[in-house]
DNA sequence: TTGTAAGCGTTATCAT
DNA sequence: ATGATAACGCTTACAA
């Protein structure tokens, strides 16, 4: 195998124009049904393969589905992000190929990288998330390329074909809880870019926004380990806790247990996200699930409307629940 | 926008040929200093980005490295896979377009996708996890076509190049450690394609296999939990459980505490893979660690070793340690 | 229905 | 160091 074969010498190993090769394996033009019978027999037998790039080059088109999405842990799976490729991979139709891409905020190089992918060529359509410099960097590219793109989440550039979640409702829904079961001193376990969360918290226990303990963490479970810490040593009257994401809330309620605390009984913990370790964790977590494959399958399905012609112009919102297990 | 700009144009607009404007970017050619300087600038402003089909087409080379893993998990994110994929991501250059393609065993046409993107010249090297016939075939094409690959775990097709886990080592360390630890009735709960610790862990236990009660499950949490009300209602003797990896491990401990079993006093309970949440766990999961990242740190290497052109024709072994916590 | 020939946008070869 | 020009392997009018 020393050289691939082209669709020159393939073709006339069979018989045929160059031309009715490719015709045989495009669903398009016009071939009896026989000799595409025949030419894909062949090319079977033979192990002809059409190169992608030639391909690509000469229908000028092609390209692949990107999800962008912004690399927060760099040191840890992001659950967040697998939830969502999961439903992504779900809906789209799997002949086409899709790569996850990350772009992190503090590194040109990585983003550039994903910005040169949709300025050469390489992504035909792409699924953002959205939130951070890059990704408003990305969406903005996509219109200017006038790629068929989705974003996930809000956008300031109004974009159309957004899949957006209503965190600071989800928020509201944990606070009335706390509120309704009793609960006085609230405190608020910050992640990343997610201001909505803490004010949806207050709304929904009724007090101001400077009235609930906020601990700026971020992704990863130290950050929880540290809330419980903190929390344990210089605010023993804290009762009640949301914890911007599932993760924080494990290392949280984990410290928190180790320090003695008892949860739900002294604290009551709500996560956010609803990841699959949230309801297999002891004690399993309350969340406010944000339908992660949802929003995935709702985002796949949005592009491929694009690509079937039918660019409706739409924006969706996809629910989100608070989901009570043991944590409170 | 209505069409990209090429070369042509490009290098016309510049004052130049398109085969100079070729040699700017590729490093290769020799050009001086300054033209190349002028030429990246005028790039710059004027936003020319070279098509990469067309780029790897006119190359005859590029393409993307891959990374083939059997998808287990249809509906839950794959943890293993998670934590290989990190090790890698953070080895390979930035440059090199890294995608991630799952390869389903009972899916003909997943593993068509996949072999397709070897055949089509879209991948030019690939990253394989072993065990499976898909593998195998995957294995088997890389060799045939000659592009460089690693395989994580073991092949039977003596493929060079490889990076293993010695399973049936690491379950031997459980087996032990429960004989050490005065347990009498051990239990194994399989996953797939694991038979080889089920061999170690009887070895280590001092017994024969047939002397181990094995239930069989899957990949996946609901497999911990059918396997906790098994031993339930039918093993009471049972004192000890390895489980063939930290997610059924979860599902087990979550079942079995639901049904008033304490771990670890009646029961003993080792994992597999040491994923980030077994630590994280109450009780935190005493697990049999892969040491994934190094895993895919280690294939990432021998890959970027092959481009290098050091063709050292090597197999690896990660070690694998027992990670004693709480569940025991 | 099939063949001919002109692109597609690069890189590589060979001059200069 | 730079410019012409021929590949690269396919798709797609345009003819037949």
Redesign the pocket.
């Known amino acids: 195998m020393s050289?691939?074969m082209?669709?020159?010498t393939?073709a006339e190993a069979v018989?045929?124009?160059?031309?009715?090769?490719?015709?045989a394996?495009?669903g398009?033009?016009?071939?009896?049904v026989?000799?595409r019978k025949r030419i894909l027999a062949a090319a079977e037998q033979m192990g002809y393969?059409?190169?992608f790039h030639?391909?690509n080059?000469?229908?000028?088109r092609g390209g692949s589905i990107a999800f962008f999405y912004p690399e927060l842990y760099t040191d840890e799976p992001d659950y967040f992000i697998n939830e969502i490729v999961i439903g992504i991979n779900s809906t789209l139709k799997h002949d086409r190929l899709f790569t996850v891409t990350p772009f992190d905020e503090d590194d040109e190089r990585l983003i550039a990288n994903a910005r040169e992918q949709i300025l050469d060529g390489r992504v035909s359509a792409a699924i953002i998330i959205s939130g951070t410099v890059g990704a408003a960097s990305l969406i903005s590219l996509a219109q200017k390329t006038r790629i068929p793109y989705v974003v996930i989440g809000k956008s300031t550039l109004n974009a159309t074909n957004t899949v957006d979640y209503d965190n600071e409702y989800g928020a509201t829904l944990a606070g009335r809880y706390f509120r309704e079961t009793n609960r006085k001193h609230p405190a608020y376990i910050s992640g990343h870019l997610d201001r909505p969360k803490k004010r949806g918290f207050a709304a929904g226990f009724g007090v101001s926004e400077s009235e609930i303990l906020e601990i700026r963490g971020g992704a990863g479970f130290k950050y929880g380990y540290q809330a419980a810490e903190m929390i344990y040593h210089h605010h023993k009257e804290t009762d009640c806790v949301l914890c911007a994401n599932d993760i924080i809330a494990i290392g949280f309620i984990k410290r928190a247990a180790e320090l003695g605390l008892k949860i739900p009984e002294n604290i009551g913990v709500i996560g956010f996200d609803d990841i699959a370790i949230a309801k297999n964790y002891m004690p399993a977590i309350s969340t406010v699930s944000l339908h992660l494959r949802d929003l995935g399958v709702s985002a796949g399905e949005m592009l491929e409307a694009q690509f079937a012609g039918r660019n409706i112009i739409q924006n969706e919102v996809v629910r989100c629940d608070l989901i009570i297990r043991e944590s409170t």
């Open positions: 050289r691939r082209d669709i020159k393939f018989g045929v124009s160059a031309a009715t090769v490719s015709r394996f495009g398009a033009g016009r071939i009896s026989e000799t393969h059409a190169s030639a391909r080059l000469g229908s000028r």
